[in-house]
């Protein structure tokens, strides 16, 4: 395994066991029942635990739209999602608009900032190693967790469910409905790309410029205005995910560290640069952080997704689904 891609796995194992447990109310909402079968229980985890995944796997595709295209490994992923979550609340609890109104609005102004990191932080850079453009996400991702803390402060914020919060029991389990959005736009996002790069000129165009940068210059394709529509793409996508799980959890400033954390794990766990391989990823590690957290202890909750991970990646380091000849086109 190369060295930097080494290191960073060491950061994400050292940063993810020392992580709070963002989604302890939800994740052991079971446990405060009494009356409920073995069966009711393992439902309810798997459900709790797809719906965390889901918000993991949109991070983890946000990760891979950037690195496919530019080899850059984008820490300020999370920060797309806690943006989202807050602008959201902004617009829709504070400014009173529609939610129909309000969605649009908040995923364009997040997508804006997208725009902004890679023309203010990214493309300046004169000579830019892979590294340097590393540690430029990670300078960004402080600035906007900055500003995110003097404009709304440390305090959480919450936001009405999309269709309220009376809960469903299926088979002795409890659902509540906004679960059933964050998996359906987990859903739309991955056929909306799926078209997007299989039956669109941009879409190929961005396919070519993540196979062969230089080959694609050479035939007419525009490799920065590429490179900053990834950026767009994966600002979107975060402001996606932050929208559709404040409901459920509350969203503060200082969230996106940790959901780019358990996003990027995700991404290795699929296999970095795997489109499919993010969603699976990103499923898997909710679904073991939900029965781990209910069935032992939500203590050790983060520790039981990074055994995994770290057991995959001993006996396939290129991830689930990844292709070890792809990672090393790359120059990790």
């Known amino acids: 395994m190369p060295k930097l891609l080494s290191a960073v796995y060491t950061i994400l194992v050292i940063n993810a066991i020392k992580l709070s447990a963002a989604f302890c109310g939800e994740l052991c909402l079971i446990n405060s029942m009494e009356k409920i079968t073995v069966t009711g229980q393992i439902f309810q985890y798997l459900i709790t635990g797809l719906t965390v995944g889901s918000i993991y796997a ?33 617009f829709y609890a504070v400014v009173k608009l529609p939610l129909i109104v309000a969605f649009p609005a908040t995923v364009i102004l997040v997508t ?8 203010l932080a990214i493309r300046p850079i004169r000579h830019p190693s892979v590294l340097t453009l590393i540690i430029a996400t990670i300078a960004a991702s402080i600035l906007i967790k900055g500003a995110a803390m003097l404009i709304w402060g440390k305090d959480p914020y919450d936001l009405p469910a999309f269709s309220g919060r009376d809960a469903i029991t299926v088979f002795g389990a409890v659902i509540q409905p906004q679960y059933f959005w964050v998996i359906g736009f987990l859903i739309i996002v991955v056929i909306a790309l799926s078209i997007f790069f299989d039956r669109t000129i941009i879409g190929k165009a961005m396919s070519a410029c993540a196979d062969n940068p ?11 205005q590429m490179i900053l529509l990834s950026f ?3 600002a979107a996508i975060g ?4 929208i559709t799980i404040t409901p459920i959890s509350l969203m503060e400033y200082d969230r996106g560290a ?3 954390v358990k996003g990027f794990g995700a991404a290795i766990l699929g296999g970095l640069g795997s489109f499919p391989g993010a969603v699976v990823g990103g499923l898997i590690m909710g ?11 939500s203590g050790y909750k983060d520790a039981f997704a990074l055994i995994v991970l770290l057991v995959v990646l001993f006996f396939k380091p290129s991830g689930i689904m990844g292709s070890i000849e792809i990672s090393r086109i790359k120059r990790f």
Do not use: P
């Open 287 to 297: 679904t073991i952080e939900s029965l781990g957290a209910g069935l032992i202890s």
């Open 112 to 119: 804006l900032v997208g725009i902004l990191l890679d023309r």
């Open 58 to 90: 949109m991070v983890a595709v946000g990760f891979n739209i950037i690195y496919n295209v530019t080899e850059i490994i984008n820490f300020a992923q999370g920060e797309f999602v806690m943006l989202g979550g807050l602008i959201m609340v902004f």
């Open 258 to 260: 940790m959901l780019a």
């Open 214 to 224: 230089d080959a694609a210059s050479l035939v007419g394709i525009n490799v920065q």
């Open 239 to 242: 402001a996606v995910a932050g």
């Open 232 to 234: 767009a793409l994966s």
